[in-house]
């Protein structure tokens, strides 16, 4: 089973909505739950995706115990990095905005994609006011609408004046992997999420990006 059909099915794709929405790697135990199906059921899904490559596999103890009588460690299934979007027939989007962006003056391009990605980010997740209480409570916020529309994101770390946040499924990832000059829209993106759920302008929000290009989960740096 490929990507492709995996997603084709409305039950896996349920499953890996599940996954991806999900704060951290869910069990079989936690997909039968939210799925009301045995666990045998959630098993074979979650083991369909990660044959497909859109899962990932580890163990943990979720007891919070070691050593013996620690019991065995549970399975976990976790969204693997999503480096090219699924898609049939293929309609090459990346080339395409590619070639919108070659076609943009330098000067002043940089502020034009940034503003262009946090539209997009208020059309992904939808006009949002602040929320009460810290800037952690509103960032764990937003990162729960933003796995609602099936991206994959969780915070890291906060401090007084930046946060880190992890992904990976960045809704942008499959185009700024192959066009450096386009990663000004995914820091826009990020900045228009933070945005939404701190009170903060989006456009004097710092925020760099890491490891987009890589096989691993990517970095969101935020600067307040």
């Known amino acids: 089973m490929d990507a492709l059909e995996a997603v084709g099915d409305p039950e896996l794709r349920d499953a890996l909505t599940f996954v991806r929405g999900a704060e951290r790697p869910v069990t079989s135990d936690d997909l039968a739950a939210a799925q009301r199906v045995h666990r045998n059921v959630a098993r074979s899904r979650l083991e369909r995706l990660a ?19 620690a019991g065995r460690p549970a399975k976990t299934y976790a969204a693997a990095p999503e480096l090219r979007a699924v898609e049939f027939p293929q309609r090459a989007y990346p080339e395409l905005v590619g070639a919108l962006l070659d076609t943009l003056p330098a000067r002043g391009r940089d502020a034009k994609l940034r503003d262009a990605g946090a539209a997009y980010a208020r059309r992904l997740v ?8 810290s ?16 991206f994959q994101v969780a915070v890291e770390d906060v401090t007084d004046d930046e946060a880190t946040l992890v992904t990976s499924n960045c809704p942008l ?3 700024v992997r ?20 701190t009170g903060e302008d989006a456009s004097q929000l710092s925020c760099e990006t890491h490891g987009c290009g890589g096989g691993a989960a990517c970095r969101v740096r935020l600067r307040f």
């Open 51 to 69: 044959t497909a490559g859109l899962l990932e596999v580890d163990y943990e103890r979720r007891t919070g115990r070691e050593g013996p009588g």
């Open 126 to 133: 939808g006009a949002r006011g602040r929320r009460p209480g």
């Open 135 to 150: 800037r952690r409570a509103a960032l764990e916020a937003m990162c729960t609408a933003v796995r609602r529309a099936g």
């Open 173 to 175: 990832r499959p185009l």
């Open 178 to 197: 192959g066009r450096d000059d386009a990663a000004a829209i995914d820091q826009g993106m990020w900045a228009g999420f933070a945005a939404l759920f």
